[in-house]
Protein backbone atom coordinates (compact mmCIF):
# COMPACT_ATOMS: atom_id res chain seq x y z
CA UNK A 1 0.00 0.00 0.00
CA UNK A 2 1.34 3.45 -0.70
CA UNK A 3 1.27 6.12 1.46
CA UNK A 4 2.14 9.63 1.44
CA UNK A 5 2.80 12.27 4.51
CA UNK A 6 3.70 15.83 4.04
CA UNK A 7 5.71 17.78 6.33
CA UNK A 8 6.68 20.86 6.63
CA UNK A 9 5.83 24.41 9.01
CA UNK A 10 2.25 25.80 8.77
CA UNK A 11 3.53 29.21 9.16
CA UNK A 12 5.55 31.27 7.36
CA UNK A 13 6.41 34.85 6.40
CA UNK A 14 5.65 36.61 3.31
CA UNK A 15 8.79 36.96 1.15
CA UNK A 16 10.53 33.63 2.43
CA UNK A 17 10.44 30.22 1.37
CA UNK A 18 7.95 27.62 2.04
CA UNK A 19 9.96 23.54 2.16
CA UNK A 20 7.73 21.32 2.39
CA UNK A 21 8.57 17.36 2.26
CA UNK A 22 6.88 14.11 1.09
CA UNK A 23 7.84 10.79 2.47
CA UNK A 24 6.70 8.24 0.83
CA UNK A 25 6.36 4.54 1.61
CA UNK A 26 5.35 1.01 0.18
CA UNK A 27 6.51 2.25 -3.05
CA UNK A 28 10.29 3.44 -4.31
CA UNK A 29 10.12 7.33 -5.89
CA UNK A 30 12.13 5.72 -9.04
CA UNK A 31 9.72 3.37 -10.12
CA UNK A 32 8.65 3.76 -13.83
CA UNK A 33 5.40 5.62 -14.56
CA UNK A 34 4.89 7.75 -11.55
CA UNK A 35 4.43 11.30 -11.24
CA UNK A 36 5.22 12.94 -8.08
CA UNK A 37 2.67 15.96 -7.38
CA UNK A 38 2.37 19.03 -5.40
CA UNK A 39 -1.11 20.29 -5.48
CA UNK A 40 -2.93 23.16 -3.45
CA UNK A 41 -6.27 24.57 -2.45
CA UNK A 42 -6.72 27.64 -1.11
CA UNK A 43 -9.79 28.86 1.41
CA UNK A 44 -12.58 28.70 -0.32
CA UNK A 45 -10.83 27.93 -3.80
CA UNK A 46 -10.43 24.91 -6.18
CA UNK A 47 -7.26 22.61 -5.92
CA UNK A 48 -4.38 24.26 -7.85
CA UNK A 49 -1.73 21.88 -9.21
CA UNK A 50 1.82 22.99 -8.86
CA UNK A 51 4.23 20.52 -10.46
CA UNK A 52 5.19 17.02 -10.07
CA UNK A 53 8.80 15.25 -10.37
CA UNK A 54 9.05 12.04 -12.89
CA UNK A 55 10.90 8.27 -11.93
CA UNK A 56 13.47 9.80 -14.08
CA UNK A 57 13.83 12.88 -12.05
CA UNK A 58 12.80 15.76 -14.65
CA UNK A 59 10.53 18.34 -13.27
CA UNK A 60 7.23 19.86 -14.99
CA UNK A 61 6.28 23.28 -13.43
CA UNK A 62 2.67 24.98 -13.17
CA UNK A 63 2.96 27.55 -15.33
CA UNK A 64 1.93 30.55 -13.05
CA UNK A 65 4.08 29.22 -10.42
CA UNK A 66 7.36 28.16 -12.27
CA UNK A 67 9.34 31.39 -11.51
CA UNK A 68 9.04 30.55 -7.68
CA UNK A 69 9.36 26.51 -7.73
CA UNK A 70 11.42 23.86 -6.97
CA UNK A 71 10.56 20.32 -6.87
CA UNK A 72 13.99 18.13 -5.77
CA UNK A 73 14.06 14.35 -4.51
CA UNK A 74 16.16 12.45 -1.87
CA UNK A 75 16.15 9.08 -3.70
CA UNK A 76 17.92 7.40 -0.85
CA UNK A 77 15.12 8.81 1.95
CA UNK A 78 12.53 7.69 -0.92
CA UNK A 79 11.38 11.79 -0.05
CA UNK A 80 10.57 14.79 -2.58
CA UNK A 81 10.00 18.15 -1.56
CA UNK A 82 8.90 21.49 -2.70
CA UNK A 83 10.66 25.01 -2.38
CA UNK A 84 8.31 27.88 -2.82
CA UNK A 85 9.94 30.85 -2.97
CA UNK A 86 9.12 34.35 -2.23
CA UNK A 87 5.57 33.67 -0.56
CA UNK A 88 2.76 35.95 -0.04
CA UNK A 89 -0.55 35.83 2.03
CA UNK A 90 -1.89 33.87 -1.61
CA UNK A 91 0.12 31.09 -1.04
CA UNK A 92 -1.98 30.27 1.93
CA UNK A 93 -3.45 26.63 1.53
CA UNK A 94 -3.81 23.35 1.83
CA UNK A 95 -0.53 21.30 0.24
CA UNK A 96 -0.72 17.95 -1.06
CA UNK A 97 1.56 15.89 -2.18
CA UNK A 98 0.29 13.22 -4.82
CA UNK A 99 1.02 10.03 -6.69
CA UNK A 100 -0.25 10.64 -10.19
CA UNK A 101 -0.42 7.88 -12.84
CA UNK A 102 0.67 7.97 -16.09
CA UNK A 103 -2.96 9.34 -17.52
CA UNK A 104 -2.33 11.72 -14.82
CA UNK A 105 -4.76 10.26 -12.90
CA UNK A 106 -4.59 11.07 -8.92
CA UNK A 107 -3.75 7.62 -7.48
CA UNK A 108 -2.91 8.35 -3.64
CA UNK A 109 -3.17 11.61 -1.44
CA UNK A 110 -0.95 12.51 1.27
CA UNK A 111 -3.71 13.81 4.27
CA UNK A 112 -2.41 17.87 3.53
CA UNK A 113 -0.78 20.46 5.43
CA UNK A 114 -2.26 23.52 6.27
CA UNK A 115 0.27 26.19 5.82
CA UNK A 116 -0.68 30.30 6.37
CA UNK A 117 1.84 33.16 4.98
CA UNK A 118 1.37 35.62 7.62
CA UNK A 119 4.03 37.90 9.60
Known amino acids: QVQLQESGPGLVKPSETLSLTCTVSGRSIRTNGAYWSWIRQPPGKELEWIGY???????VYSPSLKDRISISWDTYRNKFSLQLRSVTPEDSAAYYCVRMGEGYEFINWGQGTQVIVSS
Open 53 to 59: IRHSGST
